[in-house]
């Protein structure tokens, strides 16, 4: 099957989950074997600068000068941290004009949406000025709003959060958003050699089910059965589930494994997961793909395994 070629677009600001973001979009460009650039958002300027007075101009403007030199050290400190091959050639941009000025979410989306197929890189939150721009996390609403990839690199310490890529995890809900996140996932396991763990996360039967059937009696035959069907439902899903994820995976080159989670929610159920794991590693999710489990829990199973899995997550729209 054909590839995807992408660019590869890392949002830096100078913060070290930034130069995480960076360290992990290069070794994906290396993978993908995809051209690479850095974007830097210059903050808002105070509301005095929008006319620059006679006697300063823009270029001689220190508040400009200031901007523009952090800028050119959030770069740097970014581009340290690609390996060498990929650091040599990254481009990059900062965009220092009025109109980008003061959304930095716009403008990474802006840039996604204008560039061919384009990734976004980002930590998982901004840090400094773009921090307090947004009510919330930056990477949030881009992942919100994007109709690309967007890679949100976590800077936690654990052993599925280091380089090397060597597993692939892929919830799975037979949605058509989760199709697109197998294509994805296929794509990136052929390119490591990866193993592909494909993960159907279901609740568990609720406890006064499982519990009321051993107590005997009409009644509880009646409720144990409905714990078995529940049951049962949740395999015929899990195995519809696999089996479209594998024909949207395609081949790859390592193992295919498939899990049945079950935990008190489904997105608890696949962080779990994810935690346990102890080789590096990238979990794909459908942003959208995810939208089927929320009967079964109040809120968003996608956002939350974005916002608390221990590894890189690329979201697929």
Request: aromatic letters at 2%; proline letters at 6%.
């Amino acid at each position: 099957m054909a590839e995807r070629e992408f660019t590869l677009i890392v949002a830096v600001d100078g913060s070290d989950q930034a130069c995480k973001a960076a360290e992990r979009a290069g070794e994906l460009a290396e993978l993908l074997q995809a051209p690479l650039h850095l974007l830097y958002v210059m903050p808002p300027r105070p509301a005095e600068l929008g006319d620059v007075p006679a006697n300063r101009t823009q270029d001689t403007d220190a508040d400009l000068a200031a901007q523009r030199k952090a800028a050119s050290e959030a770069l740097a400190a970014a581009r340290r941290s690609l390996p060498p091959g990929v650091r040599d050639e990254a481009s990059p941009d900062v965009l220092e004009d009025i109109a980008h000025h003061g959304d930095p979410v716009r403008v990474i989306v802006e840039q996604g949406d204008n560039t061919p197929n384009a990734m976004v890189v980002m930590g998982a939150r901004g840090q400094g000025g773009l921090k307090k721009l947004l009510l919330g996390s930056i990477s949030d609403a881009v992942v919100h709003r994007a109709h690309f990839p967007v890679v949100i690199v976590h800077s936690e310490e654990h052993p599925a959060n280091h380089p090397g890529l060597r597993q692939v995890l892929l919830p799975v809900d037979g949605s058509e958003s989760s199709d697109a996140a197998a294509r994805m996932a296929g794509q990136v396991a052929r390119a490591a050699g990866a193993t592909v763990h494909i993960l159907f996360a279901s609740p568990k039967p609720p406890a006064e089910l499982t519990a009321a059937g051993k107590t005997g009696g009409g009644a509880a035959r009646e409720t144990a059965s409905m714990a078995q069907s529940e049951t049962a439902l949740a395999q015929r899903k899990a195995h519809n589930a696999f089996q479209r994820a594998r024909e949207h995976l395609g081949r790859v080159e390592g193992d295919v494994i498939e899990h049945q989670l079950h935990g008190r929610d489904p997105a608890s159920a696949i962080l779990d997961y994810a935690q346990a794991q102890t080789e590096p590693g990238v979990l794909v999710i459908g942003r959208r793909s995810m939208g089927r489990l929320r009967e079964f829990l109040t809120g968003s199973v996608s956002h939350s395994v974005i916002n608390q899995v221990c590894c890189p997550v690329i979201v697929v729209s």
